[in-house]
């Protein structure tokens, strides 16, 4: 046997070799195969983001393995033994937005160059906090690199990298970003056949690995952010099949999976407390007290300063395992005349320990005010509302069972038709935790919560009505198979895991039941305090505008005051209120409707076309919404009096829908005189509320979440691919050099997936929505063509006036401020225009008229080519030699923008960086090298067979 690598799982190979052995395998001879192979980056084309002055990242790849295996007892008993080894090794080089180093002309830039901020306020003014993580020597405003010895946080920015865009640059020095990671797997597998009616099998499969990887361009700014992801899988199953005679047919499998992937941050050891230092390539602290105290949140804190990337990376740790499944299942097939019946049952028992909340090691907020920018916030030491912390521990030991019975009918009505009929029944049971600690919100509670074992017995109530009926048929016209019609219609149920039941809206075991909940009563005001009467003293505590004062004063006190001064004890109070997750008592699991209609016709012997048209339709859908959000323009929010030590109750219902329709046109050209090709066209639209698989953002407007539902994050209206392959005819020549050639082509056309306006920092409506941890972030009015804000790597351009450091603000944005207030929001936070198009900011007290998902990234547009030679030596011994390009013309393909991938579609952030693709499509996946869309690659590979 041999083992195939496919081309396109890889790219950038060095010239190197790709060897596969084997013997030819019967039942008395061992067989087997092996291969290795390694490359570099030396023959790729330079990335479209790569400056000039920059080198190339480093590139090594390495993948080897084997497999044998062969019989023990002839015809009875055969044995499978495999590993494979794959080590990476790959510098990257992502756009960071980071603060200029130097002043910036035109009379300065306070939104974006450090220096310019520093004067603006004075430096006398700058907190020495912020002075030691921005790298400003005593009595300087300008940054100094950080050493291993001397303390600067952001990447060392000359502003010169990208002249259109100063605060863009490629991370160098300390802060070079590399991908590493080292998987190892083995496989082991054994079929004994005691007679021709029974079969037995037994497999164990073993994979483990860890890396440290640049998994989200828009949150890694340093190595020290970077994730780190280790994981370890172990899979047993045994199954028998029993045949007892030619209508009968019994499969039985047991299996079992365990799993442990955590996702945790590379400076997960380091106390953020600590004195700055670098050690093994991490710091050894920060000198930043946050409070914690916990090694299990230990890390640089989330800072959030408007216009540039996070420091602190993103929210882990997030803890997923050890986790067990246990699955038993028994199918039945049998046959009686025109009907193929199959039914059967399964059981799955499922264990989970893990759990996920946001910002478990702090976040703290420098947002823009109307008397100083972002930037110039965080230099004084002025904490905004946002700022969270999560006190507690999010893990929790879970368990539930999944049954499901199932009947099918293969009905062969005419020799022509055959009709599928099925019925399936699944059942989820409601999840439980072995120390009883998950709670809900409950408006009709004394204190708004409940929890498990404190008077109830679950945490919401099951679902008993899932059953997924399926209909199919196949028609042969008129029976000469060159005329074929399909069709079919199901219902199919969509049940969650544990994990993503248990991070939904923070997840049912961070309800805080236990926490001390306190609130100002009677005239004059006195606080008074009662314990929760739960146990579950976990929750995120958010800043209140009463308590800004003191989170300021911790951060100007230079550490000597925790900037989060935990107590022990979690307390929700007015000045401090706690957010809190809810889910629908009455939850239900989601489904979709499929439909399809498929047409195929054989235009010549070799020659077919199939056109179909399918869709789909999601109900119920999980979705979140803040059951506590004020009215728009501001004002109490609904649980104000009754509770208002509770800030924001993330609500999880069946509440969002998805629609995806679409017709696909397919041109197949079986292979014929050596050519063969396959054309395919797809036109498609989806659109949804929230494209997660559970809902991870709120709406923009928690009481009209209707309103949210638009193009999908995944909505490709056009899609066409040609592949083509073409044997040369050969020629007999010395050393067979005229013959065994072919030529291989694959062209991609996709148009570009959408993106929407989402400003993370100002909070027009008047809610507060904006620092929600689930914040979808508020819209501004757009006025023209939503095509005139694609995406492209020069953004789209900002005008900001000369107070804002942008270019004067053009009469096409004056023309739509047609009210004082509207002119005062334009004058305040500068506008956004290309072509026709204008998007500025909406007056207060409203939501933004940009829809969600109305405008598109840049197409995806790609050509792969490829030349093989064939030599046949002997009957069982070939060569194969490849040479494969991929985008072979370079042509440039860039990431998507949007918040989770490169984050450029925030207008707060004043600058032409808004709608720019700053990476190209692998690059902003968190895949470079090893994903599609990426700059020029050639692989070059030799195979062996005999």
Request: charged residues 15%; aromatic residues 10%; negative net charge.
């Amino acid at each position: 046997m041999t083992t195939e690598q496919n081309p396109k799982a890889e790219f950038g190979w060095k010239p190197g070799m790709q060897v596969n052995i084997g013997l030819k395998s019967d039942t008395n001879t061992l067989h087997g195969s092996a291969y290795a192979f390694g490359r570099d980056g030396a023959w790729d084309a330079k990335n479209f983001f790569q400056p000039t002055n920059v080198p190339a990242p480093p590139l090594g790849v390495e993948q080897f393995g084997a497999m044998a295996g062969g019989p023990v007892v002839k015809d009875k008993i055969f044995w499978l033994l495999g590993f494979e080894a794959q080590k990476l090794s790959v510098g990257v080089s992502p756009l960071i937005n980071s603060p200029v180093d130097t002043p910036m002309g035109g009379g300065g830039n306070v939104n974006l160059s450090m220096v310019d901020a520093c004067n603006a306020v004075g430096r006398n003014n700058v907190s020495a906090l912020s002075a030691k993580l921005a790298g400003l020597p005593a009595g300087s405003c300008t940054p100094s690199p950080a050493t291993t010895s001397f303390e600067n946080l952001f990447p060392t920015n000359p502003g010169t990298q990208f002249p259109g865009s100063p605060q863009l640059v490629v991370p160098s020095g300390l802060f070079s970003l590399a991908d590493n990671n080292n998987t190892y797997s083995g496989l082991a597998k054994v079929d004994y056949h005691p007679n021709d009616k029974n079969t037995l099998s037994g497999m164990f499969f073993i994979g483990q690995g860890d890396g440290q990887w640049d998994d989200n361009p828009a949150a890694v700014t340093a190595p020290w952010s970077e994730s780190v992801l280790p994981f370890h899988n172990r899979v047993g199953s045994g199954a028998w099949t029993w045949t007892p005679n030619s209508n009968w047919v019994n499969e039985v499998k047991v299996s079992y999976t365990h799993v442990y992937a955590p996702d945790l941050s590379a400076d997960r050891n380091v106390n953020p407390a600590s004195p700055w230092g670098v050690s093994s390539g991490l710091p050894t602290g920060y000198g930043l007290n946050t409070g914690v105290t916990d090694s299990t949140f230990f890390g640089l804190p989330l800072i959030y300063i408007t216009g540039f990337n996070n420091l602190g990376g993103g929210n882990w740790p997030r803890f997923v395992g050890p986790n067990g499944y246990t699955e038993f299942l028994d199918h039945i097939s049998y046959l009686r005349g025109k009907h193929a019946f199959k039914f059967g049952g399964e059981m799955t028992l499922v264990g989970s320990t893990g759990g996920q909340v946001n910002d478990p090691k702090g976040r703290i907020n420098f947002k823009n005010d109307s008397s100083f920018t972002s930037l110039e916030n965080f230099l004084l030491g002025n904490i905004g509302q946002g700022t969270a912390i999560f006190e507690g521990s999010p893990v929790r030991h879970v368990h539930n069972q999944d049954y499901a019975v199932f009947f099918q009918d293969d009905y062969r009505a005419l020799p022509t038709l055959t009709v599928t009929l099925g019925l399936r029944y699944e059942l989820q049971t409601v999840i439980q935790e072995q120390n009883n600690l998950l709670g809900n919100f409950d408006p009709n509670s004394p204190t708004g919560f409940v929890q498990v074992g404190k008077g109830e017995t679950s945490p919401y109530n099951g679902d008993h009505n899932n059953f997924s009926p399926r209909i199919g048929l196949a028609w042969d016209v008129r029976g000469t198979g060159k005329n074929v019609i399909r069709a079919g219609a199901s219902i199919i149920h969509e049940f969650q895991p544990l994990n993503a039941i248990m991070s939904s809206a923070g997840g049912l075991g961070v309800v805080p039941t236990g926490a001390q909940l306190c609130q100002l009563v009677g005239t004059p005001p006195v606080e008074t305090c009662v314990q929760g009467s739960g146990t579950i003293a976990s929750g995120t505590v958010l800043a209140s505008p009463s308590n800004l004062g003191a989170l300021s004063n911790a951060w100007m006190s230079n550490g000597a005051t925790p900037i989060f001064a935990g107590t022990g004890q979690l307390v929700c109070s007015d000045a401090i209120p706690c957010a809190t997750p809810a889910f629908s008592r009455n939850l239900e699991v989601p489904y979709f409707e499929t439909w399809n209609l498929d047409v195929q016709r054989m235009l010549t012997k070799d020659l077919s076309l199939e056109v179909a048209y399918l869709g789909n339709h999601g109900v119920k859908l999980w979705g979140l919404r803040d059951l506590n959000a004020p009215p728009v323009g501001g004002g109490p929010s609904p649980y104000a009096t009754q509770f208002p030590y509770l800030s924001y109750i993330n609500y999880l219902s069946n509440m969002d829908r998805s629609n995806y329709n679409a017709m696909q046109v397919v041109l197949t050209q079986r292979t014929s005189h050596g050519l063969s090709f396959t054309a395919a066209y797809t036109y498609g639209h989806a659109l949804d509320d929230d494209s997660a698989n559970v809902g991870a953002t709120l709406p923009l407007d928690s009481a009209n979440p209707a309103l949210q539902y638009g193009n999908s994050d995944y909505d490709i209206r056009h899609h066409f691919t040609l592949d083509v392959t073409y044997a040369l005819p050969s020629v007999k020549s010395p050393g067979q050099i005229l013959q065994g050639w072919e030529i291989s082509s694959i062209t991609t056309l996709q148009s570009g997936t959408p993106w929407g306006v989402e400003d993370m920092s100002n909070d027009f409506s008047g809610t507060g929505e904006v620092n929600n941890p689930y914040t979808y972030g508020e819209t501004w009015n757009f006025y023209g063509k939503p095509s005139d804000f694609q995406a492209s790597p020069d953004g789209i351009p900002y005008f900001g006036g000369p107070a804002n450091g942008g270019a004067p603000i053009p009469s096409q944005c004056l023309a739509q401020a047609t009210t004082p207030q509207l002119m005062s929001q334009l004058n305040t936070f500068g506008c956004y225009m290309k072509g026709s198009s204008v998007l500025l900011p909406p007056a207060s007290g409203t939501y933004g008229t940009a829809g969600r998902n109305i405008f598109r990234n840049t197409p995806f547009e790609t050509w792969d080519f490829s030349i093989l030679k064939n030599w046949k030596f002997k009957e069982r011994m070939s060569a194969q030699f490849r040479a494969e390009f991929f985008n072979v013309l370079n042509h440039p393909i860039f990431g998507g923008v949007d918040a989770g991938h490169l984050a450029n579609n925030d207008p707060s952030v004043g600058s032409n960086t808004f709608g720019q693709a700053t990476a190209t499509a692998d690059l902003a996946a968190g895949n470079p090298v090893m994903g599609s869309g990426s700059n020029r690659v050639i692989q070059l590979g030799l195979k062996l067979a005999f």
